[in-house]
């Protein structure tokens, strides 16, 4: 089959799928995405209000992978990639009270109170500890054998708190962290390991992928709106609210009443069995086996802050704290123009793995909590946003947990069946925004090989 007989359709409007479709066009081939919403973007939507710019899902990414980087340079004619303000890329953990610092080097390693001594010393053994043997060892396994209780109680706990929204007694290291764990793998420890990558990086040419936290000029929504110009409107269908896809053949299948040879699904695994009627129900089982977090995620403005400096990337939470809030991320501080002068801006996430009946709590019960955490965690004497927005996602975050493996096999294997089938999205291969640009150019990069 040549490039020109092949008629690709996205299913799915979000980063994933936008990325992909960007790609496909780019290299030449006849692509048709289709979304459920009435807008593109999936769950990337900012919002401007009251003198405040923010956003409903994903704030931030990190540029932790090269084909993020591209991308950005693929747009810069249509928007501009912004990096947070490293004044203020503190990190915050709670613990008895108060807000501390997570630092990880120099003197305050070793004075934070975050981590007991016994784990402190401990750490001066990690580099030559043995690497883990199970290929399906937990993070909390992982972190409790090569780093102590302290260090998974109180930085690795709180890390996944924001990551995952997750728990890291069920999260597997191998699927939700892959470079710590080949990190381990391939050089014997966290400490050896990275010294090692450092110098190795050094002889190669410089890196694209510099693990700043990112986001765009003026809002993510400015990333969608590139993509989706480059695509083309024309190339992207809104509403398909009673999407159905039906195999019709050998590599050939319908979706909304018109003939593709290839379709590249990019949504949630929830959505795939009524999307796919024509998937075999075992493997559909397999793979509706993986959870997710429910977040709600309340965004506070205030336009003439009085609480603590907050010239920092935000604070996550320990579990073992005991608190309503995840952690609360502080846009305003790092991101240009997100709020008034001397005004802030919070994102507070709520619920996750661990407490997901928060997601059914009532707005006014939602309120009360972030007034009384706020209040006492960002030393505010009145509670008097300016700004108060909620927002619930009900699969915000997919945990990569003891089903994973299975999950991939089952994937693979209907990917195998079905020729043309592509099941993709954050189901697989990471979470964060550039791993789905990573997927998405990944899955362009092969039909473009496929199909010299």
């Not at 409903?56 to 303000?85: K, R």
């Not at 890329?89 to 003197?107: Q, T």
């Not at 016994?118 to 090569?146: C, S, Y």
């Not at 990333?223 to 009673?242: P, R």
Request: glycine letters at 10%; aromatic letters at 10%.
């Amino acid at each position: 089959m040549q490039k020109n007989q092949l008629n690709i359709a996205v299913i799915g409007a979000g980063l994933t799928g936008l990325t992909t479709a960007y790609y496909l066009k780019k290299f030449g081939f006849k692509v048709q995405v289709f979304e459920k919403n009435n807008h593109a973007g999936g769950v990337i939507q900012t919002h401007r209000k009251n003198g405040f710019v923010f956003e409903s899902g994903p704030n931030t990414g990190s540029m932790g992978q090269e084909e993020a980087a591209e991308l950005f340079e693929d747009l810069a004619d249509d928007c501009t990639l912004e990096y947070a303000n490293k004044s203020a890329e503190a990190r915050w953990i709670w613990l008895n009270g108060k807000w501390h610092e997570m630092e990880m080097g120099g003197v305050k390693a070793i004075t934070t109170p975050l981590f007991t001594w016994h784990d402190k010393f401990r750490i001066l053994g990690e580099p030559f500890r043995k690497p883990g043997t199970d290929p399906n060892e937990t993070i909390a396994q992982m972190v409790r054998r090569r780093m102590g209780k302290s260090f998974l109680r109180n930085a690795i706990d709180p890390f996944l708190s924001g990551v995952y929204a997750g728990d890291p007694e069920t999260l597997v290291t191998r699927f939700a962290l892959p470079k710590l764990y080949w990190l381990e793998q391939d050089y014997g420890s966290f400490i050896g390991g990275s010294i090692k990558q450092k110098k190795a990086r050094k002889k190669e040419p410089p890196r694209k992928a510099n693990r700043q936290v990112f986001s765009v000029e003026n809002g993510l929504d400015n990333l969608i709106k590139a993509l989706v110009k480059n695509i083309g409107d024309e190339n992207i269908k809104l509403d398909c609210k009673q999407l159905e896809i039906k195999n019709t053949g050998d590599q050939e299948f319908s979706v909304d009443g018109e003939s593709f040879t290839h379709v590249i699904s990019t949504v949630g695994s929830h959505a795939l069995e009524n999307l796919f009627p024509f998937l075999p129900k075992e493997k559909m089982q397999t793979i509706n086996k993986m959870k997710y977090a429910k977040v709600t995620q309340v965004v506070l403005g205030f336009n003439n802050w009085k609480g603590i400096p907050i010239k920092a990337f935000g604070g996550l939470v320990p579990s073992a704290e005991k608190r309503d809030v995840l952690g609360i991320l502080l846009p305003g501080s790092f991101l240009k123009n997100r709020a008034p002068e001397n005004g802030a801006l919070l994102s507070v996430f709520m619920g996750g793995i661990k407490k997901p009946e928060m997601f059914e709590y009532s707005d006014e019960k939602i309120k009360e909590i972030a007034e009384r955490e706020v209040r006492e965690m960002m030393g505010l004497d009145s509670f008097e946003p300016d700004l108060m927005e909620i927002f619930r996602y009900p699969h915000a975050i997919p945990q990569y947990s003891f089903e994973s493996e299975e999950k991939v096999q089952a994937i693979s294997d209907l990917e195998t069946e079905f020729k043309g089938l592509t099941l993709a999205g954050n189901m697989r291969d990471g979470i964060g925004m550039a791993d789905r640009m990573k997927q998405g150019r990944t899955i362009a990069n092969q039909f473009a090989e496929d199909y010299k």
